[in-house]
């Protein structure tokens, strides 16, 4: 009788941490999901010498074309961003920055920019890098942000969705996520 209660005892203390490990291991699992995150899609407009420019010549390779800029050219721009892709939609967002031909065959940058936000429920600033290439759409890292978008991760997928004419217009997807200590006490 002692023994085999003795033998329930452990059998118990095994059910239960066994239960306890199962728990812990779901309770982390469904933290990560439950971190904040939004996602949203804007359009940016490109004028070329109106709101965005070369201001270094590059030093070869591919030549100035609709897609291409020669290696080395660095252009700024400081571009509206829209809610649809027709340009008098409403301007949510404005994307300040830089990016410098980094190919030789002139498709591809390295870009930095601040993108200015005012959305509905959430008002300041994420800041990206990463590469861009000219035609095809591209993932570029959220390397943080200001305002409501203080700490913020993630990433935004810039993709060409018209390149013909004097703008350009890019269809900017964006991943955000706050991680557990940006959120905790809001
Ligand atoms: C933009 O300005 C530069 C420098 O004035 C000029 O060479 C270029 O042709 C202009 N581009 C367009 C598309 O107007
Ligand atoms: C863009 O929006 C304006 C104003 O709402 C509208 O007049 C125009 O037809 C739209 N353009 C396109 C291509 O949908």
Redesign the pocket.
Known sequence: MALSLRFYGVFVVLLVSLLLSKASSTSHHEHHHQLKSLHFALFQHET??RTG??VVNGVGGAGISQTTTPFGTVFVFQDPMTVTANRSSKVVGMAQGTSVTSSLDGLQSISVAKITLRLKHHSGSVSIVGGTHNVKPSDHPVVGGTGDFLFVQGYVTSSPVNLKG?TVVYKIEFHLYWPPYATQGS
Do not use: G
């Open positions: 070329i010498n420019y070369i004097l």
